[in-house]
């Protein structure tokens, strides 16, 4: 901003200093360019005071950032370099690597194939004890149903056997009462 204030200004004071001696259609002398001569020095003088801390200021600003852009793409190109060396490396172990990578692969499937295979077995031979466990209980439970259902069935017709008849119904009071005494 100040910049284009002090050219704006040095353009006024030059085109004021070209009207006047258009204006002024005698012939030069040396006197006359006195008094331009002094303000121009004056004026120059006085920009010079006044610029000269701003512009130092800024000069200043402008080449710390260059040396600090500088630094900067100096520790850039530095990484990049370092970088491309151990994609270099790399490269040139390509081979070695890519059959690392193929053991590697080779090696991991070979163990999740063993760890699934013995998964596998374990759970299979829990299922098995599941299945065994579960016919052992349902087998027990058939056969205490079948042993209620025969007891059941033996007392009935044992009921029926002597509701039938008059005289094996009082031999089976007589016995309970005996046995109850």
Known sequence: ?????LYSFMFFAF????????AAHAE???KELIYPA???FVLVGFLVWKLKKPTADM???KAEDVQS?????????????SRLKALEVKMANLPAELSKIKKDYEHDVAAFTQSQSAETQSTISRTQKDL???LDGEKNELVLNLNEDLLN????KTQQTINASGDMKKRATSNIVSELR
């Open 59 to 61: 000069f200043n600003k």
């Open 69 to 81: 852009l500088m630094a900067s793409a100096a520790q850039k190109n530095k990484d990049a370099e």
């Open 132 to 134: 065994e466990h579960k």
């Open 15 to 22: 085109a004021a200093t070209a009207f006047a001696e258009e």
């Open 28 to 30: 030069p002398s040396i």
């Open 38 to 40: 002094i303000n121009f």
């Open 1 to 5: 901003m100040k910049a284009k204030a």
């Open 153 to 156: 069935s033996v007392i009935a």
